[in-house]
């Protein structure tokens, strides 16, 4: 399937994140760059919670926008 995900790592225990706004923790981190292996390899492990599988109309070159036109 063709996905984007959500870089973000946030420790499950943290309130914030059981509360779905994860982004306000002050534990926060990014996949690639805190740890979770290499962002830009071919192939990674993300959690399930954090990928979303992208709709067959849209193209490959607007599913890499996903992320960066979220911040």
Do not use: C, W
């Amino acid at each position: 399937d063709r996905v984007a995900i959500e870089p973000i790592l946030s420790p499950n225990k943290d309130g914030a994140y059981q509360m779905e706004r994860y982004n306000l923790t002050p534990l926060l981190g990014f996949h690639g760059l805190s740890g979770g292996g290499g962002g830009f390899s071919e192939f990674t492990v993300m959690g399930e919670h954090m990928v979303h599988k992208l709709p067959d109309d849209l193209s490959f070159e607007q599913g890499a926008l996903v992320e960066p036109a979220a911040v």
